[in-house]
């Protein structure tokens, strides 16, 4: 399986979308700092995920809520996550 996941800054509220299949770990290493875009930024909490079953589905969906570019997309998912 194949995650998306937005986690979300606990020093500025600022969000970060990407993927993988192994969300634990990728998160850790996000909180270690071994990812340059967040390593200034943790730590981090995941704020919503979504499984696909493969790695074409998920970098597809992923790059669909990138092109939005809005807080206010990333919000609405979260809060229609719940």
């Known amino acids: 399986m194949y995650k998306l996941y937005i986690i979300q800054s606990l020093i500025d509220d600022s969000y970060y ?28 909490k ?9 790695r074409s589905e998920v970098i597809k969906r992923e790059k669909k809520i990138k092109q939005k570019k809005r807080k206010t997309y990333i919000e ?3 809060q229609n996550n719940k």
């Open 76 to 78: 609405w998912l979260i």
């Open 17 to 44: 979308i990407g993927q993988t299949n192994n969300l634990e770990d990728r998160i850790k290493r996000h909180n270690l700092g071994r990812s340059n875009y967040t390593k200034n930024k943790k730590p981090w």
């Open 46 to 54: 995941l704020v919503y995920p979504e499984e696909f079953n493969t």
